[in-house]
């Protein structure tokens, strides 16, 4: 039997937030927050304009790809490397140190990376 893939519509936002694949279409039922949109489109999400859907399909250009994964680069920057503050970082020993730097250059490096921004290798932050 083949799967009927449906889109969950988050209703307050009125965006396809995710997919499922269900045996049965009647397995679906729909929830206060999140509902079965009337369609399916992958990671576009349909949008409610106050009279129809709106399906017109938004293709991400390489520059908004390459916008998306430099903001989360930048995210990790913030959550890891913007914390070390002065005590923290004085109280590290000298090769905690270096795999901070070296973990920082790694997520700078990110963009520079071959088949970025599709395939990204992302650093792993060093564990202290």
């Known amino acids: 039997m083949n799967k009927t893939r449906i889109c969950i519509l988050d209703t307050n936002t009125q965006k396809c937030?995710?997919?499922?694949?269900?045996?049965?279409?009647?397995?679906?039922?729909?929830?206060a927050h999140f509902a079965r949109a009337p369609q399916d489109d992958g990671e576009v999400g349909w949008t409610w304009n106050g009279s129809g859907w709106d399906t017109n399909e938004h293709v991400e250009t390489l520059e908004e790809r390459e916008n998306k994964e430099r903001a989360r680069r930048d995210k990790y920057l913030n959550l890891y490397i913007d914390k070390l503050n002065g005590p923290r970082w004085e109280s590290m020993t000298q090769e905690q140190k270096d795999a901070w730097i070296?973990?920082?250059?790694?997520?700078?490096?990110?963009?520079?990376?071959?088949?970025?921004?599709?395939?990204?290798?992302?650093?792993?932050?060093?564990s202290s």
């Open 17 to 31: 937030i995710n997919v499922h694949y269900l045996e049965n279409i009647s397995d679906w039922q729909d929830h």
């Open 102 to 126: 070296q973990y920082r250059q790694d997520l700078l490096n990110v963009p520079q990376q071959e088949g970025f921004p599709e395939n990204i290798i992302w650093p792993i932050a060093p």
